[in-house]
């Protein structure tokens, strides 16, 4: 499912909303996740899961191309842990 995907799908369940409201809400929500896990902060919604970051340490990588070493910064990346609803949905069947 892609953004407008979504986007139809909550516009569709909410037709008391418009199509421009409903864009708005949904890019709150991704502004807000967005935000609280650049600032450091866990996101948990229950039911569904939890987002977080993780640190990963500077390494050295390999270019696939040429095989060079190349210097990989630290970083931190987003991470997700579903909740026990959607992992029972997913396999549930």
């Not at 909410?14 to 929500?29: F, S």
């Not at 060079?68 to 992992?87: I, S």
Request: aromatic share 6%; charged share 30%; proline share 4%.
């Amino acid at each position: 499912m892609i953004r407008s995907e979504l986007v139809s799908a909550v516009a569709e369940a909410n037709p008391h909303l418009t199509l421009r409201d409903v864009e708005a809400i949904v890019a709150t929500i991704f502004n807000q996740i967005t935000n609280a896990l650049a600032g450091g902060r866990r996101v948990e919604l229950r039911g569904f899961g939890a987002f977080s970051t993780r640190g990963r340490e500077a390494r050295t990588g390999r270019n696939p191309r040429t095989g060079t070493a190349v210097k990989v910064d630290a970083k931190r990346v987003p991470y997700f842990k579903p909740g026990k609803e959607l992992r029972e949905k997913l396999n549930a069947g």
